[in-house]
Each structure stands twice: as C-alpha cells, then as structure tokens.
Nanobody
Framework: QVQLVESGGGLVQAGGSLRLSCAVS????????IGWYRQAPGKQRSLVAS???????NYADSVKGRFTISRDNAKNTMYLQMNSLKPEDTAIYYC????????WGQGTQVTVSS
C-alpha cells in the first residue's frame, strides 16, 4: 500500500520560510517523477514544482527563484523548500508521485500572514 505523508506546514509571516516534507512508503521514489501541488480556497489545484527521475526540475512561474524541490532517495522522502513566502502562497500543499503513478498525500496547510 503506497502512502505519502506530508509535514512541515504552518503559519508564517510574509518573507519567511518553510520546508515541507513528504515521507513515502510502499514504493521507492528514486526512479519516479515527483511533484508538489497546491490548492488555495476557491481555486483549482495546480502544480507548483516537479522533478523527474533524472533530477530535472520545473517550477510554476509564481514560485521560480523562491521554492526548491528536492528528494532524499535514502530516506524515501521528498521536500519543498519555500523561501520569501507571500500571502498568495497560502494554500493546502500536496505531494504526489507523477505519471504514470497517481498517489497523493493528504495535504498540509500553509498560511502566510501579511
């Protein structure tokens, strides 16, 4: 049974930083593409950052230069380092194993106050 469990969300002031973690069990992430999504109230869930199995990364324009996706294959864990946070980054953040897989974490709330 594949499970993804996020942690690290919380309340932070604008300009601050958070690091989200996503611990994966039931499968190994080392050969899989991974991603982080977010969903703000009243908006659709959207892809924030992704990394293929080769380590190439892509970011949404809104987070380029501020967010960094990474993985630790030995710990079977993926991360999202978020710096220079803005109130518009407030959302529930989800980790996911990408195509051809379709496994999601339960989400972690990130709230950025102005």
């Amino acid at each position: 049974q594949v499970q993804l469990v996020e942690s690290g969300g919380g309340l932070v002031q604008a300009g601050g930083s958070l690091r989200l973690s996503c611990a994966v069990s039931g499968t190994t992430i080392g050969t899989k593409a991974i991603g982080w999504y977010r969903q703000a109230p009243g908006k659709q869930r959207s892809l924030v950052a992704s990394m293929n199995f080769g380590g190439n990364t892509n970011y949404a324009d809104s987070v380029k230069g501020r967010f960094t996706i990474s993985r630790d294959n030995a710990k079977n864990t993926m991360y999202l380092q978020m710096n220079s946070l803005k109130p518009e980054d407030t959302a529930i953040y989800y980790c996911k194993l990408l195509y051809p897989y379709d496994f999601w974490g339960q989400g972690t709330q990130v709230t950025v106050s102005s």
